[in-house]
Structure formats: C-alpha cells, structure tokens
Nanobody
C-alpha cells in the first residue's frame, strides 16, 4: 500500500515537498516513480528512482526544479518541487514497480504494479 501526502496550494515560484510511504512490502525491492495527471489530460511520468537510489530520471519539464529521493529505512519516497509553475498543477501519484525490470522503462505507467491514491498540487499564478 502506498500513501501519498504533502500536496497543497502554492504560489508560482514556491516549493512543496511530497512524500509517499509504503507499507506491507519490502520497500527496497522496488523502484519508485511519481506521475501526475492534470484535468483533461493523461497521467504522465514525472520522476523515478531506482531501488537503491543510484539511478534517477526526470521528465524534461521538471529537470532542475524537482528532486526525487528515497529513504529505504523509512519506506518512503520523496519529491521536492521547487520553482513551481502553474502548469505543474495536477494530482500527483506515487507508484512502485519491482526492481527486476529494466531501468530504461521507468517512464511507462504500465511498468508500475502499485499506485498511491494521489495528492493534489495547485500552483497559482
């Protein structure tokens, strides 16, 4: 089970930190990802981190602004979002996939086995 938290309302240029806590699984067996879905749009990849945190990946639009990290001892993955823009407004979802899969497919929704419930991020202009 994945439980995301930390969303909210922030002005453009501000920051928010999201957390996603896992339970009932061996967290270090999973790569973790963050996706987002804006109204009327498909769910899209945002960031991913490999099971040990060695590999990370970001969609181009958030590179240099967002940072994904994880703490396996706390079974938690984080997404620090800085310099937020109105176009970052969406429901953000964390997701987990088994680490046995090829890292190169991190961006694909179909590669993820479990999803959190989502947390709303709203950035005002």
């Amino acid at each position: 089970q994945l439980q995301a938290s930390g969303g909210g309302l922030v002005q453009a240029g501000g920051s928010l930190g999201l957390s996603c806590a896992a339970s009932g699984v061996t967290f270090s067996d999973y790569d973790m990802g963050w996706f987002r879905q804006a109204p009327g749009k498909e769910r899209e990849f945002v960031a991913a981190i490999s099971w040990r945190g060695v590999n990370t990946a970001y969609t181009d639009s958030v590179k240099g602004r967002f940072t994904i990290s994880r703490d396996n001892a706390k079974s938690t993955v984080y997404l620090q979002m800085n310099y937020l823009k109105p176009e970052d407004t969406a429901v953000y979802y964390c997701a987990a996939r088994t680490s046995s899969r090829k890292w190169g497919s991190y961006y694909s929704r179909a590669q993820y086995d479990s999803w959190g419930q989502g947390t709303q991020v709203t950035v005002s202009s």
